[in-house]
């Protein structure tokens, strides 16, 4: 059974620092999704990365990914308070009889103060 | 832009009711999705729905749940004798494909039918 686990849970930054958040996941997967989620919203997808070495840059956020690692990272430059949100990364089974279900972290509430 | 749309937004209900939340997945998506997030919990996967039938489901998604495709553009869930314990956000996805080396997998989510049960 795919598992997947973010650290930390709880991160509060310095506006301008950076830091990351990681993914890890237990079995093969295919696809690994960055998603973030305001309070009492959906979820809004950031990046989906295929393949290993797969790296994605959208702003002040960038993804990568490890298969052999089994390990996505979410790094955050230069921190603004705008990016306080939930981020979630999901991964997705390789083949077998699976039809796209997505396995969640627990997600990693951030928080940005000045 | 196309979204995926749910109503309602907020569902209250008393213990051991029927409920259906709906939802409108984009237009031309062919596999569509529900989950839900038990309040400050992860988001977890119930259901995943082709070419008119279930293909795969969770543990959670037991003979309380059904879904249903009833016309070309609506995709419901119905929980059947509701539970305190499905008191939850659900959530509707939907994505154009599901497999391959396409990206036109990415699911898409609708902005979530609270359901509170008392």
């Known amino acids: 059974e795919l598992k997947v686990e973010q650290n930390p849970l709880f991160l509060s930054m310095q506006e301008g620092k950076n830091y990351t958040i990681y993914c890890n996941y237990s079995t093969t997967s295919d696809r690994l999704y960055w998603y973030r989620q305001d309070p009492g919203k959906s979820l809004e997808s950031l990046f989906v990365l295929l393949s290993n070495g797969a790296v994605k840059q959208e702003g002040r956020l960038m993804a990568s990914l490890d298969t052999k690692a089994r390990l996505s990272t979410l790094h955050i430059t230069a921190a603004v308070h705008d990016l306080s949100a939930t981020y979630f990364c999901a991964a997705r089974n390789a083949g077998g009889t699976s039809y796209g279900k997505l396995t969640f972290g627990q997600g990693t509430i951030l928080t940005v103060h000045p | 832009e196309p979204e995926v749309t749910q109503t309602p937004s907020h569902q209250v209900t008393q213990m051991g009711q029927e409920v259906i939340l709906r939802c409108v997945p984009i237009?031309?998506?062919?596999?569509f999705y529900w989950y839900r997030q038990i309040l400050g919990q992860k988001v977890e996967f119930l259901v995943s729905f082709y070419n008119n039938e279930i293909s795969e489901k969770s543990e959670i998604f037991d003979d309380q749940f059904s879904v249903e495709r009833p016309d070309g553009s609506n995709f419901t869930l119905k929980i059947r004798s509701t539970k305190l314990e499905d008191s939850a956000m659900y959530f509707c996805a939907s994505s154009e494909a599901n497999g391959g080396l396409a990206t036109g997998d990415e699911q898409f989510f609708g902005p979530g039918t609270r359901l509170t049960v008392l």
């Open positions: 237009s031309n998506h062919l596999y």
